[in-house]
Nanobody, 125 residues
Framework: QVQLVESGGGLVQAGGSLKLSCVVS????????RGWFRQAPGKEREFVAG?????????YYADSVKGRFTISRDNAKNTVYLQMSSLKPEDTAIYYC?????????????????WGQGTQVTVSS
């Protein structure tokens, strides 16, 4: 059984940084797509960043975080990271790590098969 466990969330002032981690345990292929999503109160869950690894690592970002967030992975540690910089109050949300049991990137939450429990990120103004 595959499990995803996020950590690293917290409270930070606007302009600050946080680094989220997601440890993937259980049997899974390292080439499966990993993604980060977020959900703010009263809003739908939205794609934040993803990494496609079947050939070379290709990263994807939502326009709202491009240039500020960086997704990366460490296969030896079965961990995916989301480095968040220049944080804004509108980045406040629960952040979820997700695994898509396929090799091609998709951006809809329904395209992902396994989810972590989420970690809260709060950015104060």
């Amino acid at each position: 059984q595959v499990q995803l466990v996020e950590s690293g969330g917290g409270l930070v002032q606007a302009g600050g940084s946080l680094k989220l981690s997601c440890v993937v345990s259980g049997r899974t292929f390292s080439q499966y797509v990993r993604g980060w999503f977020r959900q703010a109160p009263g809003k739908e869950r939205e794609f934040v960043a993803g990494i496609e690894t079947w050939n070379t690592d290709t990263t994807y970002y939502a326009d709202s975080v491009k240039g500020r967030f960086t997704i990366s992975r460490d296969n030896a540690k079965n961990t995916v990271y989301l480095q968040m910089s220049s944080l804004k109050p509108e980045d406040t949300a629960i952040y979820y790590c997700a695994l898509r049991r396929a090799y091609d990137m998709r951006f809809g939450s329904n395209d992902y098969h396994t989810w972590g429990q989420g970690t809260q990120v709060t950015v104060s103004s």
